[in-house]
């Protein structure tokens, strides 16, 4: 029962992470389920009117950071430079992830 319960919250702070880059202006999507690097991938449809990558990749993490092996993995990825690489981290209790930029 307990996979199930941290699978949910898994889940859960991805919603979050996806409802705060919506309202900055992005439009997300989040690959349910995926086992890949990353959980979101979020176009921001107000660039270059504002600051920022149009483009993110995001991975979700609840009370750990991410392994040395999944960074590595992601800061192994070359992308354009429109395209930025984060981390999110949410902790219990806390309001707002701990965001991590990968480069």
Do not use: C
Not at 24 to 32: D, F, K, L
Not at 67 to 80: D, F, I, Q, R, Y
């Amino acid at each position: 029962m307990a996979l199930k319960n941290a699978k949910a919250k898994g889940t859960r702070n991805e919603h979050k992470s996806r409802d705060l880059l919506a309202a900055q202006g992005y439009y997300v999507i989040r690959a349910a389920g995926s086992l890949g690097l990353w959980d979101l991938v979020a176009f921001n449809t107000t660039y270059p009117h504002t600051a920022g990558h149009p483009v993110r990749l995001v991975q979700v993490k609840t009370n750990r950071p991410p392994s040395k092996t999944e960074v590595n993995a992601m800061a192994g990825l070359v992308l354009p430079w429109f395209v930025s690489k984060q981390i999110h981290v949410w902790h219990d209790s806390v309001r707002d992830p701990k965001i991590i930029e990968i480069k």
